[in-house]
Each structure stands twice: as C-alpha cells, then as structure tokens.
C-alpha cells in the first residue's frame, strides 16, 4: 500500500489577502484619543496616529478603514458638513491641520491602503444633536431626518438622502486621494416595531410591500455611491459592513438578527449586481453563528470580495472573554472558505488584547487582492532593473513606468531571496509592497548569490510579470588566503566580517590573511587607513577548515 503524508494547510498565508482594520474616531475610541486647542496639542494627535500606524505595519496590517463621516460631522474641511468636535472640542471647529490628508499620508508612506468609512444614515442621539446646534442636519434639512427611539436618523424614504450621502462622497472621492470609500449602517435602524415612515411608503411605495420598499430604498442608496465613486475614479473601491448573517440558511437560524430581514440590507443582491466591491460582514460571532455564515457570504460572493469583520475586542472580560484560539480558528475558517482576508474591530483592541493572536496568523506581508472583474491588463514588467551592493546593503533601481492618464502613480513590489532562481508567489520573498518611484534600498549585509524581482501594481492592485536581476553571483573559488595591496601609508587596519555582518578578525595590516581557519561561506575583507577610511574590500568564499 503507497503511504500518503497529509499537510495542514490552515497555516498557509495567502499573498493576497485583506489585513483590514477598522480605526474609530468617535469617542476618540482609537485616535484622536482626546481633543486638543494649540499646536503642541494637534501635534502630539499626529504622532499618536504614526504610532499607531508603525505598530499595525510591523503587524503587516494593510488597509485601514477610518471613520470620516461620523454622526453628520465629518474629520476633514467640508463645503457640506461640519467638522466633527472630536479633534477640537468644539463642532465646526477645525485643527490646524487636515485629518483625513494626514491619515492618507502616512497610510501610504507604510504601504497601507486607507478606505474613508462613512457612517452612512445615523445623526446621533438627542445630546449629539444639541451640541452641534445649528449645525445639525436635522435643523439644516429637517426633511431628510426621522426621530426614532431618542436617536436621529437620515431617512432612507426620501429619495434626496441618497443624492446627499451620494455628494458627500464625491467631496472625499475628488479632493482626497483615497483607495476605498465603506459604508457603515447603509441601513434600517434596528428592530423598526412603529419606525415613523408610514406617510412617505403611501407617498413613494407605488403599492410595493413595505418590506420590499425598505430594502429597495437602501438598495438605491448604495446603486447611487457607487456609480458616482465609479464615474469620478473607477479604481477606488467601494464597500459596506452588513450584518453579520444575510439571512436565515438551510439547517441554521440568524436568531432574528440578520441583513435581509431586520435592517433591509440585500447586501448578496448588491454584489450580484455589480454595485459593491467588497462587503464586510459584521461577523461578531462564533460557533454555528460565525462559520456557517462565511461560507454563504463567499458563495454568494458573484466574484466579488468577502472579507469577514471578526470581533477581535470579544477577547476582552467585558465583552465575552473568548480564548485566543477562537480568533484564530475564524482567520484561518475564512481563509479555507477563500475569502479575500479579514477585518478586525477595532484598531486599539487589535494592539492592546489581540496583537499575539493577530501577529501569529500573519506573520508574513500581503497584498491587497486586485479588483479582477475590472476590465483592462497587468501593467508591463518594469525595464531597466539594476541592483548595486555595497558595504552596508543593496541599491535596486528601475525605470518608471507611466501610469494611463488621470489614474495614480504606478506602484511597486519588491521581491528578494537567497539564489539564482525567485518564487513571487512565496509572500515570503516580499520585502516591500506599494513603493513609489523608481529606487528601493535595501539593507542586506549577506553575500551571498540574491534574486531580486520588481513587479509593477496599477491602482486596481493588477501585477506584472516580474523583472530580475541575480547579484553578487561569485564563482565559489574557495580562498586559502587572501592577497591585500599595499596601503597608502602606515597604520593601516584589517577585519573579516561573515555574512550577517559579525565582525570575526580585527588587527594590522598585512598583505596576506590566512583564511583556512573560518568555516565554510562567503565573507568580507576589509582595510582602512590609519584614520579609518575604508582603502579596499573584497567578498570571498572558503570551504572550511
């Protein structure tokens, strides 16, 4: 009988995947973590966000959502709504700097994605309204606004909320340049027992059930952001957060608490009709409430992206306590399930309880899964690649290449490993993801042979075929000693160093060095003047004692 070796495979990380988080700004929950009023202040918030963003990069997070719209206030300079008192204190109050340019900033200085979240419908409780005073919506366009259970609300009823949702983000899509707009609670309030919309369904429902009516009215919502994201720059990508389960399945019940029914939300019709990028479902769950509901998510994907949201802050007492091991399970559930990545909720929680869990499931970078139903090709394979050593790391440089007219900058991959062949589909051969320009440095001290390969990215995420250069190749002639010319002067210095950069030999000059003692690879000679300027350098292989 053949023996047969099985290999787990949950463990695998894909080389596209979402690493997606979202980052909230209200109740300055993630950043800012409190308001300010003089630079040192608003100084002090920025660096709060670049510490934030170096510790999701090291943790080889990808995209981050940040929540721009909050409660009918928005984190940027707005001609339609008021700045939001999160960064002042005070509404209709700027800082003196942009938030959301800020935050697109550093995301791409870190090869992060930024996806400008939107609270879609919600104003706020009756106190939020008081604050904003007359700068509340509900007092500047009273009509698109309902009073539901001591909270406001945009009304999905009335045909000019979508067009006003829809010039909001037209106002982000034209002055920012950022990668995704999500929308959040692009929906019903919950359980709508006496929501007060009885007079608009006999005044728009044409005879349509109510329900039907609902959901049709998200619906055109949703059809309206779109297409205006689309028509404005196509490669931006647009997505919502539904909730978690879509509606009840075959041998599971949603419990009451699912999308379709609840909140009229037919997300799964939404991709089917092409008018929604990637969904989020809010998949706060576990058990029979978590993994059935990813695979009917991604089988009624049409194509499109699923990326589960998983709670991540459920490993915190007070909101469930879960073990360690139940994060896991879902990343790697939604990974088998073929699913674009996940999400988390939320930034701070990620960092504060769940960086070992979340850093043990990605210990490898990723890429952000191009939009493949996009029609049009790879960009062509970068020309002209070069690759330079010195003493302190390699110089890899490239010719740009121009991007279609009115579309981002080309953008660039960088790919590395030990030999004279390279795999670009091993995610551990990348070294860097999003680079802009046409130079990379990269500090590598080994000798030995590299593979390097740039692949060229166009802004729906598409990758080149990879170009390659091998450096520093030598012939492994194995030195018994090394011959050293003659110095300038007097006083001259030598050291070896091996291939990790470990000095092992530091003393004078002489112009022959024994090297039958080292073991077998490659290393480095080196001599300096009395001054310690470097004079001379050479790699060299040895077979050993």
Known sequence: MTGMTLTAQHNVQPKFEYRAVWLTTIENLDWPKSAACDKEGFARQREELTTLLDSLEAMHVNTVLLQTRVRGDVIYPSEIEPFSHLFTGTTDKAPDYDPLAFAIEECHKRGMQL??????????????????????LSRRKRELCTHYKGQWYMEPGNPATGEYITEIVKEIVTNYNVDGIHLDYVRYPDRTNGYPDAALHRKHGKGTPLPDWRRNNITAIARKVYNAVKEEKPWVRVSCAPLGKYDNLTRYSSLGWDAYNAVFQEAQEWVKEGIMDILFPMLYFNGNNFYPFVLDWQENSNGRHIV??????????????????????????????????TAMFRANQVLNCGKSTYTKAHRHPALIPPMSWISGSAPNMPQGLSAERDEHGITIEWESIEAPKGEPKTKYNIY???????????????????????????????????????TAVDAYGRESIPAIVTSGNESKIAAKEITLPQPASWGARVEVIDMWGRRLYKGRYSNRIGVRGLDGGYYMIKMYDRHG????????FTTGK
């Open 115 to 136: 996806h400008a979240w939107i609270v879609t419908l919600p104003l706020g409780k009756d106190e939020h309204i008081r604050r904003q005073g007359k700068h509340a």
């Open 308 to 341: 589960p949201g998983i709670g991540i802050y459920r490993l915190l007492p007070e909101y469930g306590g879960w073990q360690a091991i139940e994060i896991e399970r879902q990343i790697n559930t939604s990974r088998e399930a073929g699913t674009a990545g």
């Open 416 to 454: 590395c490993t030990l030999g004279d062949s390279i795999d670009i589909d091993n995610i551990k051969n990348l070294v860097a993801s999003q680079i802009t320009g046409n130079c990379f440095r990269w500090s590598c001290r080994t000798f030995h042979a590299i593979s390097i390969a740039v």
């Open 533 to 540: 300027s470097l004079q001379y350098s050479k790699r060299f």
